[in-house]
């Protein structure tokens, strides 16, 4: 069974900062790519970032310049760190992971999400 938990989330004011981080646990082989996703109220969940084990980004037109994603040494985790914030930030953000199983079963598997305010 695969896990990934999220952190990092709270309430931040107009040009603040927060770092999200996303840790991958479990019978994984191998982590092809790490991504987050957001989903704001009514609106359909979007990518925010995304990397590869291969180490390149892509970003969504609306956070290049303000987020920059990264993974940890260990390559079983992810990070967002999102500067400059904005009322339309506001969302649930989602961690996801494009794996591999031992058994050769390659899925994508979610978090459960963390909510990111802000708001003056």
């Known amino acids: 069974q695969v896990q990934l938990v999220e952190s990092g989330g709270g309430l931040v004011q107009p040009g603040g900062s927060l770092r999200l981080s996303c840790a991958a646990s479990g019978s994984i082989f191998m982590i092809y790519g790490m991504g987050w996703y957001r989903q704001a109220p009514g609106k359909q969940r979007e990518l925010v970032a995304s990397t590869t084990s291969g180490s390149n980004t892509n970003y969504a037109e609306s956070v290049k310049g303000r987020f920059t994603i990264s993974r940890g040494n260990a390559k079983n985790t992810v990070y967002l760190q999102m500067n400059s914030l904005k009322p339309e930030d506001t969302a649930i953000y989602y961690c996801?992971?494009?794996?591999?199983?031992?058994?050769?079963?390659?899925?994508?598997?979610w978090g459960q999400g963390t909510q990111v305010t802000v708001s003056s």
């Open positions: 996801k992971a494009d794996l591999r199983l031992p058994v050769g079963t390659e899925l994508g598997s």
